[in-house]
């Protein structure tokens, strides 16, 4: 692959370094930000992690099925950005429901899942033929 690239002038340099400070400010914005934890109550409610709470994210645009890490009940999003936990479990266990970590990324020794009652999923009873699986084939009655 060849691409021939044209000379640089002053208009681009300043645009690359317009942009390259914006790129700049944003991070340390971020960094700040996930040092100083402002919006701590916010963060708290929305049962989110220090990391996922400032974090970006890309998601595919497809309604997606997932489970409950804790408890297996069934939960429907409507990207392929799925969370780890129910809102309930993650509650009830002090945990990010979008990644499952600690909500103060704290160091635990035990994580009490075995608190949280287990969803069975419903199982529907196996399908039954209409027909019996072996079926005989008799010759027809108009031939000889």
Sequence with gaps: MNWKQKEINLADVRALTYRR????DLIVARAKA?????DRQKRLQAQLCLMCYHDTRLAGQAFTDT???ACNKDMQ???TDVDALCPECARA???CRHCGADLN???RKVVAVATIPKVTPFEPPPLQPAWPSAVLLLP???TP
């Design 105 to 107: 990324l704290r160091w």
């Design 140 to 142: 027809r009655k108009d």
């Design 93 to 95: 266990l002090k945990l």
């Design 34 to 38: 996930l040092v100083d934890d402002p």
């Design 21 to 24: 400070r914006q790129s700049r």
């Design 67 to 69: 489970n409950c890490r």
């Design 77 to 79: 999003f409507s990207s």
